[in-house]
């Protein structure tokens, strides 16, 4: 039997055949678009990058899973520190795209709640937060890496700007005698587009 130029002798040839048919008859048409997103057209959501990679005896910013299209939260995780008692700082965010929601405490400075710690956080002005946290009473620091806060913007308008920070410090349980800061503590920021 002959079809269309291919002779057919057992359903081996047949399948043969028929696959030559459709890689050589089924080029026209085009197809559909498929719907979706037309491509190169920006989708609302808010894009967050860090500045570095931590090392030790650091504090950095880390996108939390918890972000959604229109809210970004951001944890400031310290890593592989040692004797951690307190940090401090002023967090400069870009107020004409992101506006300051919330903060919450993480568990790394209170050894999951088993000590009293004092976080305090005011927006000095659009743009500029002051944030201090600190565990209380006697005993040491902590030890290791875990998430100090996560602070929660909400998308304020479409652009991109970085986060800073000015006066960071990070203390020991040494403040106490000292009042010093721990040398050679680094604080990593980022920057962030919002798209909406």
């Known amino acids: 039997m002959t079809w269309s130029g291919?002779?057919?002798r057992g359903p081996v040839a047949l399948f043969a055949c028929a696959?030559?048919?459709?890689?050589?008859?089924?080029g026209g048409g085009g197809g559909g678009g498929?719907?979706?997103?037309?491509?190169?057209?920006?989708?609302?959501?808010?894009?967050?990058t860090a500045s570095g990679t931590p090392g030790a005896d650091a504090v950095y910013l880390?996108?939390?899973?918890?972000?959604?299209?229109?809210?970004?939260?951001l944890e400031v995780v310290a890593n592989d520190v040692t004797d951690l008692f307190a940090v401090g700082f002023d967090l400069n965010y870009p107020g004409s795209i992101l506006s300051y929601a919330k903060v919450t405490q993480g568990s790394f400075l209170s050894n999951s709640g088993n000590?009293?710690?004092?976080?305090?956080?005011a927006e000095r002005q659009k743009g500029t937060l002051v944030i201090g946290l600190t565990r209380l009473g006697g005993g040491s620091g902590r030890s290791g890496?875990?998430?100090l806060m996560t602070i929660?913007?909400?998308?304020?308008?479409?652009?991109s700007g970085?986060?800073?920070?000015?006066?960071?410090?990070?203390?020991?349980?040494d403040i106490r005698q000292t009042g010093e800061a721990i040398a050679g503590f680094q604080f990593l920021a980022g920057s962030v587009t919002v798209q909406q």
Request: hydrophobic letters at 35%; a positive charge.
């Open 152 to 159: 929660t913007f909400a998308a304020a308008g479409s652009g």
């Open 62 to 73: 880390r996108r939390s899973t918890q972000s959604t299209a229109s809210k970004l939260l």
């Open 34 to 48: 498929g719907g979706g997103t037309p491509t190169g057209v920006p989708q609302p959501g808010i894009t967050f």
């Open 162 to 173: 970085t986060f800073t920070y000015d006066n960071q410090a990070a203390y020991s349980s």
């Open 115 to 121: 000590v009293k710690t004092s976080l305090q956080i």
């Open 6 to 8: 291919c002779t057919i």
């Open 19 to 26: 696959v030559v048919l459709i890689l050589t008859g089924c």
């Open 145 to 147: 890496s875990g998430v």
